[in-house]
């Protein structure tokens, strides 16, 4: 069924555990995430970017879903709006029938200039008083994403600021967290804490303390009953990348954001874990192998399946590590 999502969190944080929150774009990646969750009896996080909604088409998305939890009735299912970048973006998330919507008002409507405070107090909580009335819940995001290593905003990606900036900047201040929870009354936020999207978060091996965990723990501390949101956690398996360089791809070396810190992070009040990069990489791997090993083949079954089963196994690894099987 679907379910809000303050619903779910409130049940992972009773409990300590985390959820991985996935990103879909398409049939094979709702099919995986389902499979891995009936599999490992696991709630259910799905997001759609607006990227992932011009992609697809809102009908399109909007029928996946509905499908996804037709045909698993006994798992709870969330359809949230990731990076919604205005509050008429979140009014048609919520028209559509997702059932969390996140106002990122971090930055400006150009997905690129940094906001101030006031402003992001102000679209955050236009969009709490539209979506509460109707039950849904609301993510913002306070302070901005980008790499303590590069001390860049993650730009790349097209979710965040440009130019480099201060340490002050790349996390997000406790005290004025507390205020931003109390006046726009949000369910959950997103917190810049050492992480940026995309599959280039690192490029050295992280050896033990790439999240600022302390800045969590404070976080944390001042807002005992707002979920708190990591974006940008893959963790970019090194085994992938070899087989995606195996296989004719072009990455460059680059490590993500190991599994052991985010888990870290979960002790202290993270709740919902954003992932997108993994999946990309695991059905891109996936679809190399495939087609470099069998060249005379051309049915898309035949390669998508490889690529849905890859993507299957990356949520399934998280729904165990993040402590989410057996929840739902
Ligand atoms: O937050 C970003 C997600 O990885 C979605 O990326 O905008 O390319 O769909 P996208
Ligand atoms: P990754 O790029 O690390 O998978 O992060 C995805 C994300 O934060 C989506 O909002
Ligand atoms: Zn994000």
Known sequence: ALVSMRQLLD?????????????????????AIMEAADETDSPVIMQASAGARKYAGEGFLKALIAAAVESYPHIPVVMHQDHGQSPDVCKGAIAMGFSSVMMDGSLLADGK????????????????????VQGISVEGELGCLGSLETMKGDKEDGHGAEGTMTREQLL???????????????????????????????????????????RIKEIHRRLP???????????????????????????????????????????????K???????????????????????????????LKPARAAAKKICVERYNQFGTAGNA
Do not use: W
């Not at 200039?113 to 509460?132: C, E």
């Not at 085994?239 to 460059?252: S, T």
């Not at 990309?280 to 791997?285: G, Y």
């Open 225 to 271: 009953t707002t979920h708190l949101v990591m974006h940008g956690s893959s963790s970019v398996p090194q085994d992938l990348l070899a087989i995606i360089r195996e296989f004719g791809g072009d990455m460059k070396e680059t490590y993500g954001v190991p599994v052991e810190e985010i888990q870290e992070a979960i002790k202290h009040g993270v709740r």
């Open 273 to 303: 874990i954003n992932i997108d990069t993994d999946i990309r990489l695991a059905m891109t791997a996936a679809i190399r192998q495939f087609l470099a090993e069998n060249p005379s083949k051309f049915d898309p079954r035949e390669y």
């Open 113 to 132: 200039t940094i906001a101030d405070y006031d402003y992001n107090v102000d679209v955050t909580t236009q969009v709490v008083k539209m979506a509460h």
């Open 172 to 214: 997000t201040d406790p005290e004025q967290a507390a205020d931003f929870a109390k006046r726009t009354q949000i369910d959950a936020l997103a917190i810049a804490i050492g992480t940026s999207h995309g599959a280039y978060k690192f490029s050295r091996k992280p050896s033990g303390d790439i999240l600022a965990i302390d």
């Open 11 to 31: 049940h992972a944080a009773e409990n300590g555990y985390g959820i991985p929150a996935f990103n879909v774009n398409n049939l094979e990646q709702v099919q």
